[in-house]
């Protein structure tokens, strides 16, 4: 392994001449630097990231937290914020929170400890006290997914609330004033805000909000089957389903199957979030557009404008979700509703 005493014997300088041209120092003279980096070209040393880390300050990496590696929400965030990173130079460190507090708190310390010099993050279960401090700690810091007053700046949120106002507006303009609606967890920031765009939807046709047509369950796969059941169990008349997730959708097109019913004709169906397996489920799936890529390098961008100095004003901090019509959702032929 070349080391670099081994540099500055070829280059004939100081072992701290050496140290001092690899970290951009500008008290080296140009003759010893370009010395510094022939030889380093010769000899194909390969610097310690993390000494150069503690020589510098810097360590041209940049942490992330998703809550899991698991399903189709994180991979795409994950990968487009590195896509971004690397453009210039910089390594991405991602880790998981597995959507538990603890596990959230030891992944920050475990950033912290490779010296990031920034961070993106996506947090359910922290505080905004404790997330104030983690931005305390490393600043440049963009938050997904999530506002805080105190950081707004810092904060790529998308209108969670409108998406579910328009998800259920559609079903009402199609006809239905039965739709049941399935939830993510309700722990959940954007599962609370996407019911709230349901519950404003029905008001503003003058629907009366039955809560017996809200059913908890879940962002991944684990249960949704049976919210499906319980709710079209409690309801024999609902019409529509709105799911606040494409993974809840894609179990209710699989009790509705085992009950020998239609999607897009003897019930429909919206979902949210417009995952790739969207379209090509049967029916295609009426769904709510969530711009992932446009949140992911948003905070990349945030993350590597705060560590260029730059000011954070050409970021877009407020995404707005689209429909996307497809096939899953049937028009009844009963009397128009009309905004109350």
Not at 44 to 51: D, L, T, V
Not at 317 to 333: A, D, H, I, N, Q
């Amino acid at each position: 392994m070349i080391t670099i005493k081994e540099v500055a014997e070829l280059a004939n300088v100081s072992q701290s001449t050496v140290s001092r041209a690899l970290n951009g120092h500008k008290s080296v003279k140009e003759k010893n630097r370009v010395k510094v980096f022939d030889a380093i070209e010769k000899l194909g040393y390969q610097p310690n990231a993390f000494a150069q880390a503690l020589a510098s300050n810097k360590s041209h990496s940049i942490g992330m937290l998703v809550g899991t590696f698991d399903g189709p929400y994180f991979g795409p965030l994950m990968h487009h914020v590195e896509k971004v990173v690397r453009q210039k130079n910089y390594h991405l460190i991602i880790t998981s929170g597995h959507e538990n507090y603890d596990e959230e708190q030891e992944s920050i310390h475990f950033l912290n400890a490779k010296k990031i010099d920034g961070l993106v993050l996506t947090s359910d279960m922290m505080s905004d006290a404790d997330i104030l401090q983690i931005v305390e700690k490393t600043p440049a810091t963009m938050l997904m997914n999530r506002y805080i007053p105190e950081i707004s700046d810092q904060c790529i949120c998308m209108d969670n609330e409108w998406g579910g106002y328009i998800a259920t507006e559609y079903l009402i303009k199609n006809g239905h004033t039965r739709i049941g609606c399935v939830t993510g967890q309700l722990s959940k920031i954007d599962s609370r805000e996407r019911l709230q765009g349901y519950r404003n939807a029905l008001e503003k046709y003058g629907i009366e909000y039955d809560q017996n047509l809200v059913v908890e369950g879940r962002f991944d796969h684990d249960g949704n089957d049976k919210a499906v059941r319980r709710l079209m169990d409690r309801d024999s008349g609902i019409t529509g389903i709105f799911c606040l997730n494409d993974s809840i959708a894609l179990a209710a097109y699989g009790v509705c199957h085992d009950r020998g019913m239609t999607v897009g004709e003897d019930i429909s169906i919206v979902g949210f979030d417009n995952h790739t397996y969207s379209q090509y489920m049967t029916p295609s799936l009426t769904t709510i557009h969530f711009p992932l890529e446009d949140m992911a390098c948003e905070a990349a961008r945030g993350v590597l404008n705060m560590l260029e100095g730059k000011p954070l004003a050409n970021i877009n901090t407020r995404l707005f979700p689209t429909l996307m019509e497809r096939g899953s959702v049937k028009t009844l032929e009963t009397a128009p509703v009309t905004p109350a």
